[in-house]
């Protein structure tokens, strides 16, 4: 099969047991809380419903509508400290206190909360926590927790599980992709500011869109889209700062644009097709590729 790329330029045919280059996983984060600062791993549990502790809490505001980075940047300054196998510690520059969040002893009350205008059960945390959070945003807002009686799916794989994040439990970017679009960038972009979960190295620019099924450790993951980008990519995650100048998104789209779907690319949505544990420095393979959309460069 000869595998697509996306500047018109074609790469040797590849063998489904052959790697062009040695492909390895070189970074794992976690998000636990939608929008904060992310938290980075050696090794990680893969759920079906993402990696453990990934994205597992939401703020939502007053009428249960969940709450992000794109309109409280000052979310990403708050940093998390995996205390015990489900304690988390919170902090932020603004304030000298610390919150610490137990699953244990939260309330049992659920209430029904909405991600991009889908309906789902949530887990109230504490009276403490909102009034933390609320402080920290200075907006009445509320903390809730992925429960025992939270369910929620993917939309192109329903019978796929997902916890708070967007939209699929898996996001992973790769090293080549950021350093291509760094060449033309007018600002130096950190990966971090995409928010992956997992990053390879090995690949050629874009290269990740042409993966259909991967494997890495023991894990195998399948591609189901590339992932959509937003506003929230221009918002610095150590300052909290808006790039003024709107990048990434500015270079991004002169040639990462899909016309057809409005959107612009950078990174794929995975979901996992078995669990296991992986860890940085693992092995990634390419077990089935596919046809991916050619982008138009106008840079």
């Known amino acids: 099969m000869t595998l697509p790329y996306r500047h018109n330029k074609k790469l040797p045919a590849v063998k489904k047991e052959e790697s062009i280059v040695p492909y390895s996983l070189s970074s794992i984060s976690i998000y636990p809380i939608k929008s ?22 939401m703020l939502i505001n007053s009428n249960g509508e969940f709450i992000t980075g794109r309109d409280f940047p000052q979310l990403v300054l708050i940093k998390a400290e995996w205390l015990t196998n489900k304690t988390w510690e919170l902090s932020h520059p603004d304030t000298a206190i610390k919150l610490v969040l137990d699953p244990a002893t939260f309330s049992s009350i659920y209430q029904d909360v909405v991600i991009w205008e889908k309906s789902l059960k949530a887990q109230h ?37 997902v916890g708070f994040a967007d939209g699929y439990p898996f996001h992973l970017t790769s090293q080549a992709s950021l350093e291509e679009l760094n060449r033309t960038c007018q600002e130096s972009i950190q990966m971090t500011q995409f928010r992956p979960n997992l990053v390879v190295t090995g690949s050629q620019p ?25 506003i929230f990519t221009t918002v610095h995650p150590e300052t909290a700062l808006r790039s003024k100048k709107g990048e990434p998104m500015k270079t991004l789209g002169k040639f990462r644009l899909q016309p057809e779907e409005k959107v612009i690319n950078f990174g794929i949505n995975l979901i996992a097709l078995n669990t296991g544990e992986i860890h940085v420095g693992d092995k990634m393979e390419v077990l089935e590729y596919q046809e991916a959309f050619t982008y138009q460069d106008k840079r």
């Open 36 to 57: 904060i600062h992310g938290v980075e791993l050696v090794q990680s549990q893969v759920e079906w419903s993402g990696l453990t502790g990934d994205r597992r809490y």
């Open 125 to 161: 945390c504490s009276e403490l926590a909102n009034a933390w959070f609320s402080q920290v945003l200075d907006s009445d807002v509320r903390l809730v927790y992925f429960g025992e009686q939270s369910e929620r799916f993917t939309k192109r794989r329903p019978e796929s599980p």
């Open 206 to 230: 874009f290269e990740e869109e042409t993966w259909k099924r991967l494997r890495i450790g023991g894990v195998e993951f399948e591609n189901v889209k590339p992932c959509a980008r937003c």
